[in-house]
């Protein structure tokens, strides 16, 4: 599943894995903040996307 409001991927779900590479912060007119390193959640340990994991665990999906 991509997440694409407004002509922009703003991320891309699988499984239970998301990557995030832009997110507003508070809500509708909040500017739009992009993640020079797009954090990953595992939806299966963390469904409610608290804490991203671990860039060197990244590299090794």
Same mark, same amino acid.
């Given at each position: 599943?991509? +997440?694409? &409001?407004?002509?922009? +991927?703003?991320?891309?779900? #699988? #499984?239970?894995?998301?990557?995030?590479?832009?997110?507003?912060?508070?809500?509708?007119?909040?500017? +739009? @903040?992009?993640? @020079?390193? &797009?954090?990953?959640?595992?939806?299966?340990?963390?469904?409610?996307?608290? @804490?991203?994991?671990?860039? #060197?665990?990244?590299?090794?999906?």
């Amino acid at each position: 599943m991509v +997440i694409s &409001p407004a002509n922009e +991927i703003c991320g891309v779900k #699988r #499984r239970n894995w998301k990557m995030v590479t832009r997110q507003v912060e508070r809500g509708f007119g909040e500017p +739009i @903040s992009q993640y @020079s390193f &797009p954090p990953w959640y595992d939806l299966h340990t963390d469904p409610k996307e608290e @804490s991203p994991l671990d860039p #060197r665990f990244v590299e090794n999906l």
